[in-house]
């Protein structure tokens, strides 16, 4: 509880900096991990991706078993048979000859005590997935130079850098939690990748233009290393971050749970499994991966090293990230006052003028 | 002030006049197949063998023809549309799904019928020559039918002379499955067919499957043919013997592409060649083609076929529909408990973008038939959460300056601009995501970057025209000062301890 008060009030200082070697190893392993999962298990790729037919059908009480007996005669006898939801049974089988699907989905029909017309069925032909693949990864690489080109415009290319690197860190944590668990991979997957991406960069974007704001206020002083300027800005955006990712999961678990009430929600729920560990890898990757990694090459710049290299003479070694001084943290362009007038002010024309910040739109 | 005032009163009224036209124009977004059942094919073109490039007018006609044949199914706001050579198919709440799809890229609507008379447009034909018609009183009006169950007769224009008709028979017993009206003589049965010139003359060659369906059933028919038989009558003679013989027509939806002369009881299946009637070279080709396709002049590959149940689809979209209001519910609980008046604001916010993407939604579904499909509400969903950010990044910077002895007017005012630029640096990175997704992706991917960017825009205007003004409104107002609290800010007296 006295967490949740200081954190509420502003009044947590939290030493990333400190906690980034840790992250960087924990970071790095599921990154191999992921990437041995992906070497070594692969994706279980559906039928989108695949080529074959799937069908879905609502048929409650029956089990897995009870289908693969109806199906034994037909082409889908050596397919997979799954219950999803509470009593939906999908079927996926290498079959796209319309003769044979539309044989199954008879069977499936009968089988459930559905008309076909009830039966769900997807067939898609096996050079069909490999143009949708090809036309993602050629959306990705695309993507990849025109946001890195955007970032290094409005902010500098070495934040461009690193929301890059942050972003393909949550990729390949996403897709390996699919690879490790073999969760059946869908054009649904596919977006919600693609939107762990979105939301990944743009807490990154968040993040560092924050850093720049209050870099830009504090860099003058030279009294702080770069490193102390990005943990003051982490703790300012660390409630933003904390608010957004829990007003961002609360949508998405309800789609997880709702998803799990009705039949025809599967879209909903592999799409929410996906975008679960998107937010919470992408809020992660922002204060942990993306800032660290900036900070690593600011600090090589001569001024920041300069700025370093007195700071740390001075206080004659390691003791850990320091905090910003409170009056310097107010650093806004205008003098701190002493102690705020809770009496009547007048207004807001009272407040003195200030200088304005140069800003760069 | 004034102009913050004016701000909200403009985005208040754009929104809810927004909400009274679309209700009035009865407007409703167009729901995609996942959400309402139904059938949807992609089609593509497959490489031609003689390695000629495909053309543009080629891929209209074939897609003209597509939507002939499904607007003769009779169901609702059928579309067929081309992307590049793709062809896209879909359907929405069909009877018989697989029926649809079959019908709509595949070969099934080539069949082969005995001629049983020669007429002409507007005259009825003989009794004598209905006879064996089961359907004969439907035929009396001597109109033509566009198709016919295999079981029963048909009326067929000639292809070169539209005035020309001839009478068709129903195919023998034995070539019906089981009485069910489906044949078994149709374009199924044909492996492959070409154009060869042969001195004199262009000539088409036919090779049949082996077996049923295929060679078998076609020879059936000829044996009927050749003798003359009631079912396949003499209404042609044949050019070396002089005799007469019987004629076969090939059917496509109720044209009759050619209707040669059948000399011969028993082919074997790649011997089968029509010549004769002084066929020329595109004449040649373009039958050829029929025979291999249908009526499609080119082959059309179903590359993903999906038919969706209706109770599926319909529980989809329900608990899409559930799923966003506990969401939503839970946002704005959340939002209030943290943010109290602040959270207040935001789900205005939240209100004024959302009316406003449902008038575009509708408005688009209804004018220009944009689907609102499953991916496109979880792309809808997704973007609550960025809607929402745009407000907590303004509120912490807010807290933030507060915190920092600013008094809660001058940071109202300063926070603004700096969180703005944050939040449209934010929202330019999606909405760059958005488009590059949009025009580089297919299907389900590019509906979801459609709604997502039209959420990300909307963001931005609400963020600028309401939440911004708003605040510095309600900062505006006497007392707040004294109360941060109710901004979802630490008492100032509580600071120090």
Request: proline share 4%; net charge negative; aromatic share 6%.
């Amino acid at each position: 509880m006295k967490m949740l008060r200081m954190l509420y009030r502003g009044e947590h200082h939290f030493d990333f900096p400190l906690m980034w070697r840790k992250a960087l190893l924990g970071s790095g392993a599921l990154v191999l991990l992921s990437v041995g999962a992906l070497l070594f298990a692969g994706l279980n790729l559906g039928i989108e991706f695949e080529g074959g037919t799937s069908w879905e059908v609502n048929a409650p009480g029956q089990s897995v078993a009870e289908a693969r007996d109806a199906l034994s005669g037909t082409g889908a006898a050596a397919g997979k048979i799954q219950t999803v939801g509470s009593s939906v049974i999908r079927v996926r089988a290498d079959l796209d000859d319309p003769a044979s699907v539309n044989e199954v989905t008879t069977v499936l029909g009968n089988f459930a005590g559905v008309e076909g017309g009830d039966v769900s069925v997807t067939t898609v032909g096996p050079s069909w997935g490999d143009q949708i693949t090809g036309k993602a990864r050629n959306a990705l690489i695309w993507f990849f130079f025109i946001i890195a080109f955007y970032i290094a415009i409005r902010l500098e290319w070495k934040m461009a850098v690193g929301a890059l690197v942050a972003v393909a860190h949550d990729i390949v944590i996403s897709v390996g939690v699919y690879a490790i668990f073999q969760f059946e991979v869908t054009p649904a997957t596919v977006i919600a990748f693609l939107t762990i991406m979105g939301y990944s960069l743009y807490d990154t974007i968040v993040v560092y233009d924050k850093v720049r704001e209050v870099a830009g206020r504090l860099s003058v002083t030279g009294r702080y290393t770069y490193t102390e300027m990005m943990n003051q800005s982490l703790n300012q955006v660390l409630m933003r971050s904390i608010n957004t990712s829990i007003t961002s999961v609360l949508p998405v678990l309800s789609m997880l749970v709702i998803g799990s009430f009705f039949l025809g929600a599967l879209t909903l729920q592999e799409f929410a499994i996906a975008l679960l560990i998107g937010i919470v890898v992408g809020t992660y990757s922002s204060i942990f991966v993306a800032s660290s990694l900036v900070a690593f090459m600011k600090e090589r710049e001569a001024e920041h090293a300069a700025v370093a290299k007195k700071v740390v003479t001075r206080a004659g070694g390691d003791v850990g990230t320091r905090v910003v001084a409170k009056q310097d943290a107010a650093l806004g362009g205008i003098t701190a006052r002493p102690k705020r007038a809770t009496a009547d002010r007048p207004s807001a024309a009272g407040v003195p003028p200030r200088p304005r910040k140069k800003k760069k739109k | 002030m004034r102009r913050q005032a004016t701000y909200v009163v403009l985005i208040v009224l754009l929104s809810v006049g927004g909400i009274i036209y679309t209700l009035a124009a009865g407007n409703e977004p167009f729901l995609g197949l996942d959400l309402q059942g139904g059938a949807s094919v992609v089609l593509e073109p497959a490489e031609p063998e003689d390695g000629t490039e495909i053309n543009e007018e080629t891929l209209d006609q074939a897609v003209e023809i597509i939507r002939n044949r499904v607007d003769g199914l009779g169901v609702r706001e059928p579309e067929v549309t081309r992307h590049g050579a793709t062809i896209l198919v879909q359907i929405p709440g069909v009877e018989d799904e697989a029926r649809a799809i079959d019908l709509v890229g595949q070969t099934a609507e080539l069949r082969f019928r005995p001629v049983l008379a020669d007429g002409m447009l507007g005259v009825p034909f003989s009794e004598a020559a209905l006879a064996s018609c089961p359907n004969a009183s439907e035929l009396l009006t001597a109109e033509p039918t566009p198709d016919a169950a295999a079981a029963e007769c048909m009326i067929g224009t000639d292809k070169r002379n539209e005035a020309v008709t001839y009478l068709l028979g129903p195919a023998p017993e034995l070539l019906q499955q089981d009485g069910d009206g489906v044949d078994r003589l149709n374009g199924e049965s044909l492996e492959t067919a070409a154009a060869l010139f042969q001195v004199p003359e262009w000539i088409v060659s036919i090779t049949f499957r082996a077996g049923s369906p295929g060679i078998d059933d076609f020879n059936n028919l000829a044996s009927m043919c050749a003798s003359g038989s009631v079912g396949c009558p003499p209404t042609g003679i044949d050019r070396s013997s002089g005799r007469g013989v019987g004629r076969l027509a090939i059917e496509i939806d109720g044209v009759v592409e050619s209707a040669p002369n059948v000399a011969v009881a028993n082919f074997s299946r790649d011997s089968i060649v029509i010549s004769g009637g002084s066929m020329q070279e595109d004449e040649a080709k373009d039958l050829a083609l029929v025979l291999r396709f249908g009526a499609l002049p080119l082959e059309l590959i179903p590359q993903e076929s999906r038919i969706v149940s209706s109770t599926l689809g319909e529980d989809a979209l329900d608990s899409g529909i559930i799923a966003a209001i506990i969401g939503l519910a839970l946002v704005s609980i959340y939002l209030v408990a943290y943010y109290r008046l602040l959270g207040v604001i935001a789900i205005l916010s939240l209100a004024i973008s959302g009316s406003l993407l449902w008038t575009i939604i509708a408005w688009l579904g209804e004018t220009q038939g944009l689907a609102l499909t499953l991916a496109g509400v979880t792309g809808l969903i997704v973007s609550i959460g960025v809607s929402v950010d745009s407000n907590v990044v303004y509120f912490e910077h807010l807290k933030e300056d507060v915190r920092n002895d600013r008094s809660l007017r001058s940071a109202v005012e300063r926070a603004f601009p700096i969180a703005y630029s944050t939040i449209v640096k934010a929202n330019v990175a999606s909405l760059i995501a958005a488009a590059v997704l949009y025009f580089l992706t297919v299907g389900q991917v590019k509906g979801f970057a459609l709604f997502l960017g039209l959420a990300t825009v909307l963001d931005l205007v609400a963020t600028y025209f309401f939440m911004g003004p708003a605040i510095r409104l309600l900062a505006a107002r006497d007392g707040v000062e004294e109360k941060p609290s109710r901004f979802g800010i630490p008492n100032p007296t509580e600071v120090s301890s």
